[in-house]
């Protein structure tokens, strides 16, 4: 017997292109979100600015060499965009295509699927701020080292680490 996916519980995720256009518009927004900033020694700072059933929206910022290390996003589709300062992202290109570095100036933008991995990380000199959206909302993350085989899974998160 199938499934119901048609259930009135069951969300329709947004596509990782809604998402991008979500971030970016609200980068262009400053007004509704420069006063939260915060930067945190310890740590990147983070605040949720949106809690909705089908989407979450983050603000987080970035003191230099601060990072994410290699993640996933638990089966969520997601983007981000860059809204003060620049970025270096890490990504596996594919499973023959080794590791791929990306430059993030103010402004750019990324926007993934469901089985993205990626690290992401302040090598500049200055703080930087940033945007994410994601669909459905986090609700696990598991963190990853890269080793001479690839990446490995070393941790589970859920949204009590974060
Ligand atoms: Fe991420």
Redo the contacts with the bound molecule.
Sequence with gaps: MPVDLASPHAVKPLSPNALRAIVRDLAERPEEWIHRVRLAHADRWYERLVAADDHEVWLISWLPGQS?GF???GGAR?A?TVALGELEELALAGPDHGLTVRRLASGAHRAFGPQ?L?D?RNTSTGPAVTL?AYSPPLST?SRYELRAGGLVRTAVEGPEQW
């Design positions: 994410t993640h996933d996003h997601g981000f993205y990626h992401v994410h993350m």
